[in-house]
């Protein structure tokens, strides 16, 4: 079992900044990527970021030099990522979803764990 807890959502003015965070926990033997994806009303979910194992970062277009994701980190209990989100606009209020691509045994396939997601808002 692998939980994928993001926070740092919240309601900020154009030109704003946040930093959301996602922690990933539990059966976890190897990462090859961590990253964020985004939903906005109406719709569909749409890749914002995401980093490798060796710390190769990959971004969307619309965000590329405004958004930032962290390499992953690694402690005993959660691997973590983090995207600072600069000079924000209101296209990019949307509901962020943290994901891991991970296996859980060197003999084990791929496999995908998302978060809950948390809700960025942009507006004056």
């Known amino acids: 079992q692998v939980q994928v807890v993001e926070s740092g959502g919240a309601y900020v003015q154009p030109g704003g900044s946040l930093r959301l965070s996602c922690a990933a926990s539990?059966?976890?033997?190897?990462?090859?990527?961590m990253g964020w994806h985004r939903q906005a009303p109406g719709k569909q979910r749409e890749l914002v970021a995401d980093?490798?194992?060796?710390?190769?970062?990959?971004?969307?277009h619309s965000v590329k030099g405004r958004f930032t994701i962290s390499p992953i980190s690694r402690d005993n209990v959660n691997n973590t990522v983090y995207l600072q989100m600069n000079s924000l606009k209101p296209e990019d209020t949307a509901v962020y979803y943290c994901?891991?691509?991970?296996?859980?045994?060197?003999?084990?396939?791929?496999?995908?764990?998302w978060g809950q997601g948390t809700q960025v808002t942009v507006s004056s």
């Open positions: 539990g059966s976890i033997f190897s990462i090859r990527s």
């Open positions: 980093v490798t194992h060796v710390d190769l970062p990959n971004y969307a």
């Open positions: 994901y891991i691509d991970f296996k859980k045994s060197i003999t084990s396939g791929s496999k995908y764990a």
